[in-house]
């Protein structure tokens, strides 16, 4: 069992920079493939980002050279850098646990808010 807890997200004015985090519980963290997400207000959610096991990375490409995911394996918790915010980037972001279809997990998601 893997439950995700997401922190770190806020006000930001455009073109700044903020660093959301995703906590796991569960003691085979380290087997999923790890993923964060958005959801605008009557928009799709939309797959950012993911990172394997081993640790291969893959981006959407409205993110890509933007945004970073990354994880630490040791402290059972995925990050998203994300760096020259804009306002489209606004959107509730969520965190996705993967391993198998009967094991798969998200967030309660954590609200980013790109204005000046």
């Known amino acids: 069992q893997v439950q995700l807890v997401e922190s770190g997200g806020g006000l930001v004015q455009p073109g700044g920079s903020l660093r959301l985090s995703c906590a796991a519980s569960g003691n085979i963290f380290r087997l999923y493939t790890m993923g964060w997400y958005r959801q605008a207000p009557g928009n799709q959610r939309e797959l950012l980002a993911t990172?394997?096991?081993?640790?291969?990375?893959n981006y959407a490409d409205s993110v890509k050279g933007r945004f970073t995911i990354s994880r630490d394996n040791a402290k059972n918790t995925v990050y998203l850098q994300m760096k020259t915010l804009k306002p489209e980037d606004t959107a509730a972001y969520y965190c996705?646990?993967?391993?198998?279809?009967?094991?798969?997990?998200w967030g309660q998601g954590t609200q980013v808010t790109v204005s000046s």
């Open positions: 996705n646990a993967h391993l198998s279809s009967i094991h798969q997990f």
């Open positions: 990172i394997t096991s081993s640790g291969i990375t």
